[in-house]
């Protein structure tokens, strides 16, 4: 590992200070994914400004009739906040569904929105990786591609968002919060617009600005609290990313469904929302004819590569199965 600065910031406004201040800084939050990367010599920052301490550790009602989480609470006091698990138990679901209890312990949620891929040849730096060395090429895209994305890639990119807890916050929908460097005035994001599709410049994951600091992840009014269920399929049932995963929520009037959320997680770049599904969901009556169309519509747009066709069909298996848990309530 090379040299650095060590900044612990003990106010919002010294971080964004000391972080304007170094030439290539990192904000710090429980280091589960950045010091990995940085023992890998991918990441090499002059500069970690330490702010898994700072004081945005609660849940808390907000203005529209939700709960905004703190982003420095670890992943496991979140996933277990009474609020959280009652209002939002999709959610709660996925974010169990992730690592071990011991990196869910020490990984914070403004971390865990900007954890890197889990692309080999990101990781592998012999290998070219435009995400890490823009103008290197993809390796990926030729290579070993079984892992990676079906929908929205690039030539430039085909690596997936390996977030279990950011795929379900793309179903429920959310505003991400964030302190601007120019004095710590606020800006939200919506959650669609936080990440991005890789295109030409796969080395930005999202649209924050440079020195941002992510303070928050505003919800809105409790949703699917009663039909939900988040569906994770990995290579072992404990510490493995999701070669597929859907968060699917329903909302029932009756026998009829009045709302849907679905996302899927590794199959792009962001988390994807399955946007053509949720449309035709509504209205409709729960049945499995009805959740077979659903994932049809919502894998049309598939574009495998030469060793992931498997996610398309996996994917639709993968959501007529969410969707019925989520109705049946076998979460
Ligand atoms: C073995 C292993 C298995 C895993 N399995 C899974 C899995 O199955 N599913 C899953 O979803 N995740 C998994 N993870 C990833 C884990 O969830 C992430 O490493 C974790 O969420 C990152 O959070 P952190 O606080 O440790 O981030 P850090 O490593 O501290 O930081 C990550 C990035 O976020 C930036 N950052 C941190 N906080 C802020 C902030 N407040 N504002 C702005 N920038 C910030 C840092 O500068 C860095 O770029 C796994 C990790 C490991 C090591």
């Known amino acids: 590992m ?20 170094s030439e290539k800084p990192h904000y710090l939050g429980g280091g ?16 970690l400004i330490e702010v898994s301490g700072l004081d945005f550790q609660s849940v808390t009602a907000n203005a529209a009739g939700g709960y905004t989480l703190g982003a420095m609470i670890s992943n496991t006091d979140t996933a277990n906040h009474p ?21 869910r312990n020490m990984a914070t949620n403004g971390g865990n929105l900007l954890q890197r891929t889990r692309c080999p040849y990101f990781y592998e730096t012999s290998m070219p990786c435009n995400k890490r060395e ?35 916050l793309a ?10 460097p120019d004095g710590g005035s606020e800006r939200r994001i919506p959650f669609a617009d936080f990440h991005r599709l890789p295109g ?9 600005e440079p020195g941002e600091l992510i303070v928050g992840i505003e919800l809105g009014e409790p949703k699917f609290s009663d039909n939900y269920y988040y569906l994770k399929i990995r290579e072992r ?20 469904i009045v709302d849907a959320g679905l996302a899927m997680g590794g199959v792009a770049h962001k988390p994807w929302k399955l946007t053509a599904a949720e449309e035709y969901l509504r209205g409709k009556v729960p049945e499995a004819a009805v959740f077979e169309e659903a994932a049809e519509r919502a894998m049309a747009d598939a574009r495998p590569l030469d060793d992931n066709e498997y996610k398309v069909e996996m994917g639709k298996k993968a959501i007529v199965r969410a969707l019925m848990q989520a109705y049946e309530r076998t979460a």
């Open 237 to 256: 049932s404990s510490y493995a990313f999701a070669l597929v995963s859907v968060a699917a929520g329903l909302q029932l009037d009756g026998n009829r």
């Open 200 to 208: 030409d410049t796969p080395e930005k994951d999202t649209n924050l």
């Open 32 to 47: 589960t994914n950045l010091i990995d990367l940085m023992k890998e010599d991918v990441e090499r920052p002059d500069t």
């Open 134 to 168: 823009p103008g290197s090429g993809c390796g990926a895209l030729t290579g070993m591609n079984a892992l990676h994305a079906i929908f929205g890639w690039s030539k430039s990119c085909v690596a997936v968002n390996p977030s279990d807890m950011c795929t379900a």
């Open 171 to 180: 179903a429920l929908g959310a505003t991400v919060v964030v302190l601007q």
């Open 2 to 21: 090379r040299p650095y600065e060590y900044i612990r910031s003990s106010s919002p406004a010294e971080a964004l200070r000391a972080n304007a201040a």
């Open 83 to 103: 609020e959280v698990k009652n209002n939002y138990p999709l959610l709660s679901m996925a974010m169990v569904s992730a690592a071990t209890e011991q990196i």
